[in-house]
C-alpha cells in the first residue's frame, strides 16, 4: 500500500530530522540564486543561523511578486545549462512566472505524483486518462511522468473536446481519470446526451480531481454520477505542480509530503502562526527541488491541518481541503465571504445543477449579491419555484449574513467551461 | 377532460423565445395558443399546440427545460357572460383556479385554466354539464 514505504511511514521525530538536514542543504542551495543571496544579507542573516525547524521563522516570506520581480531566471540556484525544463504560469494577472527544473527535479517530481497515485490503488495495468491542458499547465506533464513512472497505460486526451475524451474512455478501457471538479460533471453530462452510462458502459473506478476549490457534497455528487472514488489532489506550479498532497483512501483531508515541503499556515493578515487547527494561508519550502528552490512562499490558499493521526499509517500531516484562496475572497459591505461557502449550500439541494455563478454589483454605495444556479428538473409550478428560491436564499443569508438574489436558471443557460470554472463575476465600480 | 399543455422555463433574456419558437417551426408543429407572464427572475412560457408530446420530445432533445402537464379546456358560447356563468361553478365549488387563459377557436370561446383540485374539477364540469374539449377535436377545430 505504500510506493516509498521508507518515506511514507516515517514518524513525526524522523520527518522532523528529516527536514531540518533537508533545509539547510536547500538554504545552502539557495545562496547560489541572486534572489536568496541578497534577501539573506538584507535580514542579516547567514545559512548557519538556521539551526532548527523553528528558526525557519526568521527567513522571509516570498511571495508571488518576488517572482514576478525577477522573471525569468533570478531565483535560479543552479547554472541554465543544467536545467532541462520550464515552466510558466500564463501570466493573466501580470507578468508572467517562471519554475525552473533539474533532470533531478524532474524525477523526483515524477517519484511525488507516483507515490499519490499509487496511494489511491493506481497500479500498472491501470488505464490513465489525463484531461488537464498540456504545455506549460503543469498538471499535464505532471500527472503524465507520474502515471508512466507507475507503469501505467497513459492516455494523455488534454483539455476539450468532450466527445472525443468521451469516446477515449470508453474505447480504450481507461480506469482512472484526471479532471477538474467542474468538468467531470459536463463529462457526465455530455455522456447523459450521447446515452452513454458510465457505469455500465466504461471501467473508470478512479477519478482524480483538483485544481479548483470544491466541497465533500460536489465530490460525493461526482462519486454517484459517474460510478467511481475521487480523490482530492493538491498542487500548484510554484511546487512543481501536482503531487504536493493528496488524498488517501480515507478520503479525510489530503497528506502533504513533508520529505518534499515544510509546511506552515498563517494568518494572512498579521503573517504569524496561526494555532494548530486553525484556518490560515499555507506557507510552503522546498526542501527537495535544487533548481528553483522556494522558502517560505505563500501559497495563498487557505487551508488547516487536521488534527489527529491518519488510519492509513502515514505521519504526513493532512491539509483540510482547501476553503479558497486569500486573494479570491470577497468582501461584500464589509463581510468576507468565500463562494466555497455559497458552493456549500447549493450542492445541498437536490433540485440544483452543479454550475453556478455569483455576480457582485452596486448600485451607490451599496453592494449586491446575485447568485444565479441552474435547475435540474423544471414542473410547471410557480409556487415550487418561488419557495426554493425563498429556501436558498434563506439559507445563504444564515451562511453569509447577507440577502443575495437568488435565480433559477434553466438547465445549460449558464456558459459551459472547460477550464477552470469562473465562479466569480466582480462588476463593481470603484466609487471614488 | 384534459388536455396536455407545454410549459417551457425561460430565462429572461432577449432571444431564448425566439429559439424556443424556431424549433417548433423547424419540427413544424403549430401553436394553438400560448401564454407568458412577467416576471423579473424567470418566465414560463405555456403552449397549447398540435402534438404537445412530440413538441416535447423536440425541445427536451435540444436541451430546454420543459414540462407537460394537464389542463381543463372548456368551450364557451360566443356571448357576454359565458366565462362568469362558468368560473361561478367553480368558485361555488370551493375551486381555487391557478392560472386562466383564453382564445377564439372556430367561432367558440375556449378557457385553458388548472385549479387546485383536478378532482374536483372534474366533478363540477360533469355535474353543470360545461362542455369541454378533447385533445383531437381541438386540433381538428384548428
Known sequence: ?432 | MTIHQLSVFIENKSGTLLQVLELLKEANIQLIASTISDTVEYGIYRIICSEPLRAYETLKQAGISASLSDVFAITLDNQPGRAADAIRSFTRAGIGISYLYSFLLAGKGILVFRTDDTGKTREVILRDRLSYVEEKDLIRMV
Open chain 1, 1 to 432: 500500500m505504500y510506493l516509498h514505504p521508507e518515506m511514507e511511514t516515517l514518524s513525526r521525530p524522523e520527518i522532523e530530522k528529516l527536514q531540518l538536514e533537508r533545509l539547510q542543504k536547500t538554504i545552502r542551495q539557495c545562496m547560489r540564486s541572486p534572489f536568496y543571496k541578497r534577501r539573506f544579507k538584507e535580514a542579516g542573516l547567514r545559512p548557519e543561523d538556521i539551526r532548527s525547524l523553528g528558526d525557519l521563522q526568521k527567513i522571509p516570506f516570498t511571495t508571488k511578486q518576488d517572482l514576478r520581480d525577477n522573471y525569468p531566471f533570478g531565483l535560479s540556484a543552479v547554472p541554465l545549462e543544467q536545467v532541462v525544463r520550464l515552466h510558466s504560469s500564463s501570466g493573466t494577472t501580470g507578468t508572467p512566472t517562471v519554475i525552473l527544473h533539474t533532470q533531478r527535479d524532474l524525477d523526483e517530481w515524477a517519484n511525488a505524483v507516483a507515490r499519490c497515485l499509487y496511494m489511491v490503488g493506481l497500479r500498472k495495468g491501470d488505464i490513465f486518462q489525463n484531461s488537464s491542458g498540456y504545455g506549460m499547465f503543469t498538471g499535464g506533464l505532471g500527472f503524465q511522468y507520474g502515471a508512466e513512472r507507475l507503469g501505467m497505460l497513459t492516455v494523455p486526451a488534454a483539455a476539450g473536446n468532450t466527445k472525443r475524451q468521451i469516446k477515449f474512455i470508453k474505447d480504450f478501457g481507461t480506469t482512472a481519470l484526471h479532471a477538474i471538479p467542474s468538468y467531470a460533471g459536463r463529462l457526465y453530462e455530455v455522456m447523459e446526451e450521447m446515452g452513454i452510462d458510465p457505469r455500465r458502459d466504461t471501467h473508470l473506478r478512479t477519478l482524480i480531481i483538483g485544481a479548483e476549490p470544491h466541497s465533500d457534497e460536489q465530490r460525493r455528487r461526482i462519486e454517484n454520477m459517474l460510478g467511481v472514488k475521487a480523490y482530492n489532489s493538491f498542487g500548484m506550479s510554484e511546487m512543481c505542480g501536482p503531487g504536493v498532497a493528496f488524498e488517501c483512501p480515507e478520503q479525510n483531508g489530503l497528506h502533504i509530503w513533508e520529505d518534499y515541503y515544510i509546511v506552515e499556515i498563517v494568518d494572512p493578515q498579521t503573517l504569524e502562526p496561526v494555532p494548530e487547527g486553525e484556518v490560515g494561508e499555507l506557507v510552503l519550502t522546498t526542501i527537495n527541488r535544487e533548481a528553483m528552490p522556494l522558502l517560505r512562499y505563500r501559497t495563498r490558499d487557505l487551508t488547516r491541518i487536521l488534527p489527529g493521526e491518519c488510519a492509513c499509517g502515514r505521519h504526513h500531516r493532512r491539509l483540510d481541503r482547501m476553503k479558497g484562496r486569500s486573494d479570491d475572497m470577497m468582501i461584500l459591505k464589509g463581510v468576507n465571504i468565500f463562494p466555497i461557502q455559497i458552493e456549500n449550500i447549493l450542492m445541498q439541494f437536490k433540485e440544483l445543477g452543479n454550475d453556478y455563478l455569483i455576480t457582485l454589483t452596486n448600485l451607490e454605495a451599496n453592494d449586491e449579491m446575485t447568485v444565479e444556479v441552474e435547475l435540474n428538473d423544471f414542473t410547471d409550478d410557480y409556487g415550487f419555484l418561488q419557495k426554493l428560491t425563498k429556501e436558498i436564499t434563506r439559507q445563504l443569508k444564515d451562511e453569509i449574513l447577507i440577502t443575495p438574489r437568488v435565480k433559477l436558471l434553466p438547465k445549460g443557460s449558464l456558459p459551459k467551461q472547460e477550464g477552470k470554472a469562473v465562479r466569480v463575476k466582480d462588476l463593481r465600480k470603484t466609487l471614488i
